[in-house]
């Protein structure tokens, strides 16, 4: 029989406060290591732990290892959805976990929560500058490509609910709506689905909180582009889509975006009509410089470029200012060489169409046209139609 059991070894005391070991007092290397591997959220509980974790994540800045995310701005309220990586390697087939933040301001303050936690309630500070710091140091230290990326207002969110969830109300359903309905994700649907559900009685918003979300919502946006500029390298993600007031916002936006990555573009306006008279413009130029953009797609925004300097994205979902029958020609050469998938193009302006039954030749219907596809047996079909469109199909 061991005699161990009978042996009494004598207690240590503890150390006093100024002899314990702290995590934080381990050595860098280690403390690194330790932060490469953790998840985001482990990274964002220990930077509230206090000061110094606070102060050391902020000057290591740890990789986020973030896979989506998912930003929601309404007058008094952020929601934030982060999917991130649970381990190694960083690839879209690793396993990923969702967690969701809200941010809205009280009468004293604001009130937050992570996830499945409780409410908290923190005094004296408002809900954006609780969203601001948070997002410092998640998109501030985002040093892998992130697959999915929105950020938008309220009201594209309602309206984009509202037109999956009504019933058909005419056969001519206007075809933008339905481009931005099966434009949404599991990213969007799942914000509709958790914050988002109105009754149909309800669905009123007044202009005055409009006006508000917006500020809100530009507030946010500015911020997120100053973390942009403070980085040091653009950010890699392969799928943006966004709300913008205009012009400068994308321009300033995109040239922060790394070019090479990006894959997918998805622009809407913030706007106070769901359904506006006037449509603003957007000059899409910088695009040329995307040269892996396969898939675009413009909400509310009439786009001034010309069809062929956007000629190498695969996918256009949009409305063109102007086009030309030289363009169209141009693209249909495109087509026969490249063997592009179906393709409508939409317009308000096509001043010299009559051109194109000099161009193609005598049509096979009225307005449609086919050509022989070289070394196929296939036929390439053009058709022009009345909805101020132009299709090219096989």
């Given at each position: 029989m061991s005699c161990l059991k009978w042996y009494k070894s004598e207690e240590t005391p503890p150390p006093p406060p100024s002899q314990r070991v702290l995590i934080i007092d381990m050595p860098d290397l280690v403390m690194r290591k330790?932060?490469?591997?953790?998840?985001?959220?482990?990274?964002?509980?220990?930077?509230?732990?206090?000061?110094?974790?606070?102060?050391?994540?902020?000057?290591?800045?740890?990789?986020?290892?973030?896979?989506?995310?998912?930003?929601?701005?309404?007058?008094?309220?952020?929601?934030?959805?982060?999917?991130?990586?649970?381990?190694?390697?960083?690839?879209?087939k690793t396993p990923s976990k969702e967690v969701t933040v809200f941010y809205k301001n009280n009468k004293n303050g604001c009130d937050i929560r992570f996830g499945q936690g409780q409410l908290k309630h923190v005094n004296g500070r408002n809900a954006f500058d609780v969203f601001c710091e948070d997002m410092q140091t998640v998109l501030g230290n985002q040093k892998t490509t992130i697959s999915q990326f929105y950020f938008y207002d309220h009201k594209n969110v309602t309206s984009n609910e509202d037109e999956s969830n009504s019933e058909d109300e005419s056969n001519n359903e206007d075809e933008s709506n339905s481009e931005e309905s099966r434009s949404l994700n599991i990213f969007q649907k799942s914000l509709e689905l958790v914050f988002c559900r109105r009754r149909l009685g309800n669905k009123k918003t007044f202009v005055s909180q409009n006006t508000s979300s917006i500020a809100m919502y530009n507030q946010a946006f500015d911020f997120y582009l100053k973390i942009l500029k403070s980085r040091k390298h653009p950010l890699q993600v392969r799928y943006l889509n966004i709300s913008i007031n205009g012009q400068d916002q994308l321009e300033t936006l995109l040239e922060r975006v790394d070019p090479r990555e990006l894959k997918r573009l998805a622009i809407n306006e913030e706007r106070y009509d769901i359904h506006p008279t006037v449509k603003g413009e957007l000059n899409l130029d910088i695009l040329k410089n995307f040269g892996n953009l396969k898939h675009l797609l413009v909400l509310d925004f009439l786009i001034t470029s010309s069809l062929e300097s956007l000629s190498h994205i695969l996918s256009i979902k949009g409305t063109f200012k102007k086009i030309t029958?030289?363009?169209?020609?141009?693209?249909?050469?495109?087509?026969?060489?490249?063997?592009?998938?179906?393709?409508?193009?939409?317009?308000?302006?096509?001043?010299?169409?009559?051109?194109?039954?000099?161009?193609?030749?005598?049509?096979?219907?009225?307005?449609?046209w086919k050509f022989d596809i070289p070394n196929s047996e296939k036929n390439l079909g053009v058709f022009l139609w009345l909805s101020r469109s132009v299709m090219f199909t096989m």
């Open positions: 330790i932060l490469e591997e953790v998840d985001l959220v482990s990274i964002m509980k220990l930077r509230k732990v206090c000061r110094a974790f606070r102060n050391y994540i902020d000057d290591t800045k740890p990789d986020s290892k973030l896979f989506g995310i998912t930003i929601y701005v309404r007058s008094d309220t952020i929601i934030v959805s982060y999917w991130y990586f649970l381990s190694k390697p960083l690839r879209e029958a030289t363009e169209i020609l141009a693209r249909k050469e495109t087509h026969l060489k490249s063997w592009y998938c179906d393709y409508v193009i939409k317009y308000d302006e096509f001043t010299d169409k009559s051109r194109l039954s000099e161009m193609f030749g005598t049509p096979s219907h009225q307005t449609a």
